[in-house]
C-alpha cells in the first residue's frame, strides 16, 4: 500500500512557475513507478511526465522542456517543477504509483497505476 499526498498547486500568471510535490507513505515506495497526471474540466485524464526506479524520466510532448519530473527517495517525495506555465496548463494534478519492475520504463497510462493521490489544483491566467 502506498499512500500519496500532493501540495503545491495555486494560482500564477502565464510565464510563471510553480513546483509540486507528492509525499508518499506506507510500504513499497522504493518498488514504485511514479508519475503526475492531470485533468482540466471537461477533458480526460493524461500523463504528464514519469520517473521509474531508476530516475528515467518520460515527458508528454505538451510539457517537454518546460516541466521536470524528480523523487527524493530519502524523503519519499516526487516533485513537478513547471516552468513557463501556460493557460492550457490549467487542470487538477494527480501523482499516482504503481509497483513497477526494476527494468520497467515507467508509463504515462493512467490504467497502470493502482495508487492515486487526491489531487491539487493548477490555475495559469493570461
Known amino acids: 500500500q502506498v499512500q500519496l499526498v500532493e501540495s503545491g498547486g495555486g494560482s500564477v500568471q502565464a510565464g510563471g512557475s510553480l513546483r509540486l510535490s507528492c509525499a508518499a507513505s506506507?510500504?513499497?515506495?522504493?518498488?514504485?513507478?511514479l508519475a503526475w497526471f492531470r485533468q482540466a474540466p471537461g477533458k480526460e485524464r493524461e500523463g504528464v511526465a514519469t520517473?521509474?526506479?531508476?530516475?528515467?524520466?518520460r515527458y508528454a510532448d505538451s510539457v517537454k522542456g518546460r516541466f521536470t519530473i524528480s523523487k527524493d527517495n530519502a524523503k519519499r517525495t516526487l516533485y513537478l517543477q513547471m516552468n513557463s506555465l501556460k493557460p492550457e496548463d490549467t487542470a487538477m494534478y494527480y501523482c499516482?504509483?504503481?509497483?513497477?519492475?526494476?527494468?520497467?520504463?515507467?508509463?504515462?497510462?493512467?490504467?497502470?497505476?493502482?495508487?492515486w493521490g487526491q489531487g491539487t489544483q493548477v490555475t495559469v491566467s493570461s
Open positions: 499516482a504509483a504503481y509497483f513497477c519492475a526494476y527494468v520497467a520504463l515507467g508509463s504515462l497510462e493512467q490504467s497502470e497505476y493502482k495508487y
Open positions: 520517473v521509474n526506479r531508476r530516475d528515467y524520466t
Open positions: 506506507g510500504a513499497g515506495y522504493s518498488s514504485a513507478c
